[in-house]
């Protein structure tokens, strides 16, 4: 069974190689970084303004976090919404929401509300 992060890194190549299919260009916005202790060497990743992703079209800049699985939309949305409240961005950046059901050769895209404007 794969763990919860090879699961999420899954989702989220689904939603960069849809992107790219779409003729985006595509940004990974996760840091990956190793963290030295005493006890040893642990990976930690962290998202950038709460995305998974950005990708570019003529419009502008669109911010992406991912998200999978059998969950309702509602609880998915809320999650998303929570990380992008955090930051601050520009009036206009799109915020979506993608999110990959079992078996779905597409994601349900959707747009998250900008509470904190620059």
Same mark, same amino acid.
């Not at 960069?16 to 190793?34: F, N, Q």
């Given at each position: ?13 689904? +939603? ?10 595509? @940004?990974? #916005? ?20 709460? +995305?998974? #992703?950005?990708? @570019? ?18 609880? @998915? #949305? ?16 799109? @915020?979506? #929401? ?10 349900? $895209? $959707? ?8």
């Amino acid at each position: 069974m794969p763990s919860n992060s090879a699961r999420g890194a899954r989702y989220k190549k689904r +939603s960069k190689d849809w992107c790219k299919k779409h003729g985006h260009p595509v @940004l990974d #916005l996760e840091l990956v970084r190793v963290v030295h202790t005493d006890e040893g060497m642990f990976p930690t990743k962290r998202d950038q303004m709460g +995305s998974d #992703l950005q990708y @570019l079209t003529r419009a502008g800049v669109t911010f992406l976090q991912v998200k999978g699985g059998g969950k309702p939309t509602k609880e @998915l #949305l809320r999650q998303a919404q929570k990380e992008f409240d955090e930051h601050a961005f520009p009036a206009n950046v799109r @915020l979506e #929401l993608h999110v990959w059901r079992p078996g779905a050769r597409a994601p349900e $895209i $959707i747009e998250c509300h900008k509470t904190n404007v620059l």
